[in-house]
């Protein structure tokens, strides 16, 4: 193998591996301007003529909810489950890392053992409980556990983060009369910003994609969320809109697309520095 071909050979399979990750979403794209009979008797990637009338029945949305409210619903409870994760998480992360309690390595890991807890476990309790609260059909039980640090995996995160810190920088602001709350709002809550953004991140896209949880909790049509009103718009329009759900599909995803692109390298930063590399 000559010099030439052991420097292109590599790009060459990194280009190719790109392009077959990438053919799904070019897929979902060229469906969506598709006409109502290509989409499932046509192979070809790019459609016969552009149907941009898929886009404008998309916009009018699912039982007289237009896509403007179901991507605001989406957002406030994706907004408040970041928000929440944020808070509750690096306050657990730093009572694990930084203070001395008893039952402190105990605790620790009873909370990374709940990482093997499966989610339906706790699914019928949970709805119980936010059931005699009257919290159902609410936003409330999408955004309130967030911010009790129920989220073991950002907890572990950011504790990984935390224990990197020097100890130093806490002591002198110990020395100067900080307490253990303003030590961790001052010093070491800025310091963690990339463990952070890495749990916003995380945070952002896995609710933002949800469904199984909303359609637990949620039944009013004017509180559905992006992936809810998909489902909905299946059972409504059957199987003739193949077009216009296609277009909605990518609605949905483009604000994902665009939060991952603007934060991707505090996520790589974070994901590095927290012990979590592979």
């Known amino acids: 193998m000559n010099l030439t071909t052991k420097r292109w050979l590599p790009h060459t399979i ?3 591996g790109l392009l077959v990750l990438l053919y799904p979403l070019a897929w979902l794209l060229a469906t969506s301007l598709k006409p109502a009979d290509e989409v499932v ?22 039982s ?7 991507l605001g619903n989406t957002l406030l409870i ?9 808070l509750s998480c690096s306050l657990a992360a730093y ?3 930084r203070l001395r309690f008893r039952m402190s390595k105990v605790m620790f890991a009873f909370m990374v053992a709940t990482l093997m807890l499966p989610h339906h476990v706790v699914l019928i309790p949970q709805y119980i409980i936010f059931n005699r609260l009257g919290m159902v059909d609410t936003y409330w039980p999408l955004i309130l556990p967030k911010f009790l640090a129920t989220e073991a995996f950002f907890v572990f995160l950011i504790v990984q983060f935390m224990r990197g810190l020097p100890r130093e920088l806490e002591e002198s602001a110990r020395i100067d009369g900080c307490g253990a709350f303003r030590t961790y709002w001052t010093i070491t809550l800025p310091l963690s910003r990339p463990a952070l953004i890495t749990t916003a991140i995380f945070t952002f896209i896995w609710t933002w994609n949800d469904f199984f949880t909303q359609m637990i909790y949620l039944f009013a049509p004017e509180k559905f969320t992006i992936t809810l009103a998909l489902r909905s718009f299946v059972d409504e329009s ?7 759900m296609f277009a ?14 603007v934060f991707q390298r505090y996520l790589v930063q974070g994901m590095a520095t927290s012990g979590l590399k592979g």
Request: avoid cysteine.
């Open 238 to 244: 059957s199987t003739s809109a193949y077009g216009p």
């Open 14 to 16: 990194a280009v190719v």
């Open 64 to 70: 007289g909810v237009t896509v403007t409210r179901l």
């Open 95 to 97: 009572a694990f890392a």
């Open 41 to 62: 008797t046509s192979l070809d990637l790019w459609p016969s003529h552009l149907e941009w009338s898929n886009y404008a029945t998309a916009m009018d949305g699912v």
């Open 78 to 86: 994706a907004g408040g489950a970041v928000v929440g994760n944020v």
């Open 248 to 261: 909605m599909s990518v609605i949905s995803v483009l604000p994902i697309v665009l939060f991952f692109f």
